[in-house]
């Protein structure tokens, strides 16, 4: 008796831990971007988020954006891309201000949440060169 219940909760364990990392490690593609301020400059240091949409969101793939205004995605594992699907973008900018104030969003806060920034992309099941995002003021 004591054998059977062990090998239950074995069982048990071992298909709740299974579930679970299959739905998180979907396949990624890759994806690469460009984003400009709205005076034409590389949009250097901000964070751009892919937000899922749909019922089933998953993970949040996120981008720094490099000195000429470039990024790659990640997921899981650096530069991975990101699932398929359509996405949510946001985009914020944190950068310190004068030193007794803590460091501050420098977009407007319209692109900060998915529901107001108006920035949208689909990752196909291959690599993606999103077009190039211009922020306005």
Known sequence: MK????ILVATLAFGLTSCGKSDALKPTFPVSGQILL??????????????????????????????????????????DGAPAGDYQVTVELWLPGRPDEGPSNRLNAKYAKPDSSGLTATVGTGPAEIKTITLKR
Do not use: C, M, W
Not at 3 to 6: A, N, Y
Not at 58 to 79: E, S
């Open 3 to 6: 054998r059977s219940l062990t």
């Open 38 to 79: 709205p005076d034409g400059k590389p949009a250097e240091h901000a964070l751009v988020i892919f937000h899922p949409v749909g019922p089933a969101a998953g993970p949040k793939p996120r981008g720094k954006v490099l000195a000429n205004g470039t990024y790659q995605l990640t997921t899981f594992a650096t530069d």
